[in-house]
C-alpha cells in the first residue's frame, strides 16, 4: 500500500475517536512514518522480536505543569510494521485504529498495564 493510501486510513481511524476525547486533545500531531528511528528503539528498550505499530512521544496532559512553549507531543504510526502482520486492507484498518486509540490513551496519562486493560474489556464486550 502506498504512504498516502495508508494515512487515509490513519485519518479514518482518528475519527473513530469519540468527539469528546478529541475535544481534549491539544498540542499533539499524528504522523506516518514507514518504521521507528533508531533512536525510538532504544528509547523504549525494544527487543528485537518486537513490533512497534505506534509510539506516544510527549508529555501526558496528567502530567503537564506550567506547560507552555513546548513542541507537540507526536504519535508516530509505523506502516512498515503494521504492514508486517497483514497485507489486508480491513485488518490493517482494525491495527490502525487500535494503535491510534492506544496512542491516544497515553497522552491522556494511561499506562501501557491501563491501556491493555481497557483493551481487554472492549474486547470482552464485543463477545
Do not use: C
Amino acid at each position: 500500500m502506498d504512504k498516502k493510501s495508508f494515512e487515509k486510513i490513519v485519518e479514518e481511524g482518528i475519527k473513530m475517536i469519540p468527539q469528546e476525547f478529541l475535544n481534549k486533545m491539544n498540542n499533539i500531531v499524528i504522523v506516518v512514518e514507514n518504521n521507528p528511528t533508531v533512536e525510538q528503539i532504544k528509547k523504549i528498550k525494544m527487543r528485537k522480536d518486537q513490533v512497534l505499530f505506534g509510539l506516544y512521544e510527549g508529555i501526558p496532559k496528567t502530567k503537564r505543569v506550567a506547560y507552555g512553549q513546548v513542541i507537540p507531543d507526536k504519535i508516530t504510526i509505523f506502516k512498515n510494521q503494521i504492514e508486517s502482520v497483514s497485507k489486508v486492507e480491513e485488518k490493517i484498518k482494525e491495527i490502525v485504529k487500535d494503535t491510534v486509540w492506544h496512542e491516544i490513551g497515553h497522552h491522556f496519562g494511561m499506562t501501557e498495564e491501563q491501556i491493555r486493560a481497557a483493551e481487554k474489556k472492549k474486547k470482552e464486550r464485543k463477545k
